[in-house]
């Protein structure tokens, strides 16, 4: 019913940066919630940053003043733009919706996932 298309990953050096765009289409009547979360090898996935219809955002620690998280005005496009890298930030990316449909129910949508590889 959503779908989601991510793009910008890629292999960068230590301190560049790269910018991630996640669109969503399909049977949406409005968006809650844009996202990104990332998943290292062997690790758990975990919320990156965040942010609502309202522009109200939210970020991990590890990323505060490097990552911007932002939406167009019509809030189906999440950017996530990622200055400073570093080599922990190497992982998956995923985009996440949060999308009321023409169901009428409200559910957590995920991408495909985008590869970030950052070389020290």
């Known amino acids: 019913q959503v779908q989601l298309v991510e793009s910008g990953g890629g292999l960068v050096q230590a301190g560049g940066s790269l910018r991630l765009s996640c669109g969503a289409s399909g049977r949406i009547l409005s968006i809650n919630r844009l996202g990104w979360y990332r998943q290292a090898p062997g690790k758990q996935r975990e919320l990156v940053a965040s942010?609502?219809?309202?522009?109200?955002?939210i970020y991990a620690d590890s990323v505060k003043g490097r990552f911007t998280i932002s939406g167009d005005n019509a809030k189906t496009t999440v950017y996530l733009q990622m200055n400073s890298l570093q080599p922990e930030d190497t992982a998956v990316y995923y985009c996440?919706?949060?999308?009321?449909?023409?169901?009428?129910?409200?559910?957590?949508?995920w991408g495909q996932g985008t590869q970030v590889t950052v070389s020290s």
């Open positions: 996440n919706v949060m999308a009321l449909t023409t169901t009428r129910s409200m559910a957590d949508y």
């Open positions: 942010i609502t219809s309202g522009e109200d955002t």
